[in-house]
């Protein structure tokens, strides 16, 4: 089990860098971006879906009736091939598709945060800054109808530090937490 957390923290960690690095170029490349976007968001989408397919069979005889991995997988490859096959449509939904995953992200640091509490790690209240910050900045972005591509790539680049911080403190203290 501690192997599987470590592994999602990692993981967790390869996509806020993959955000940063997405976020810098939206802040540099504005005229562009979107569209390069579209095509590295669909193969990252891709990518977690496999992982999450791979991760589902690899543990197939453990009978955990709550993994829903072989879903998630299933859903990101979808996701993905739709986001790279339909780019010119993503363009004009990017900022949604965004808000989404950082509010998601939002919240399931949120909960962590909570889990770092309870086993009484000190970095909990760090955690639960960085995740109502990740929320906000979502939210932000759903509502914002006239956000530029800029604020967007801002807005990246901060969910994405915030991020690397909180799969940081996960994968350091992992094992405090089984």
Known sequence: MKNLLKKSGWVNILVSIIFAIIGIFMIVKTDSALKIISYVLGGLFILIGLVKCIDYFASKGKYD????????????????????????????????????????????????????????????????????????????MLFQNGALVLTIGIIMLIYSISDLIESVIFVKHVDELL
């Open 65 to 140: 009736f709550y993994n829903y991995d072989l879903m998630y997988g299933i859903i990101a490859i979808i996701v993905g091939l739709i986001t790279i096959f339909c780019s010119g449509l993503i363009e004009s939904m990017f900022r949604f598709i965004i808000a989404f995953w950082i509010i998601y992200s939002g919240l399931m640091r949120l909960s962590l945060s909570m889990k770092l509490h309870t086993a009484k790690i000190n970095m909990w209240n760090v955690s639960l800054i960085f995740s109502i910050i990740m929320i906000i900045g979502g939210i932000y």
